[in-house]
């Protein structure tokens, strides 16, 4: 069993940027998909972005399009999250899921993802 790590959270005002850091254990995820997902106090889980296996294809919800980015450093076995234009719709606790994704279609499916991470708070700040 695989353990990711978030890191990265904190406090900013709306506007401001953050960058968060996933980082597995044990291991490097080379066949697997990164994403992130979030969840609000009180609300359903909701995923935020993706990035496959290799790098090559990204999927992201509509609500953060243009501004949240996902990466993958293969080097530093770190995937990223990374922040731009926050609104305080986007105060969540923020996880890091690994899966192996058989289609780019399937990266925002929860379901398929069989690693998580503890979570990061996130809170925006009006």
Known sequence: QVQLAESGGGLVQAG??????CTPSGRRFGLEAMAW???AP???REFVGAISHNGINTKYADS???RFTVERNSA???TYLQMNSLKVEDTAVYYCAAGI???PR???DFRLYTSWGQG???TVSS
Do not use: A, D
Not at 16 to 21: E, Y
């Open 120 to 122: 990061t708070q996130v």
């Open 16 to 21: 401001g940027s953050l960058r968060l850091s």
């Open 101 to 103: 994704i058989s289609q």
């Open 37 to 39: 997902f979030r969840q």
């Open 42 to 44: 009180g609300k359903e």
């Open 64 to 66: 953060v399009k243009g």
């Open 76 to 78: 530093k076995n770190t």
């Open 106 to 108: 399937f990266l925002g």
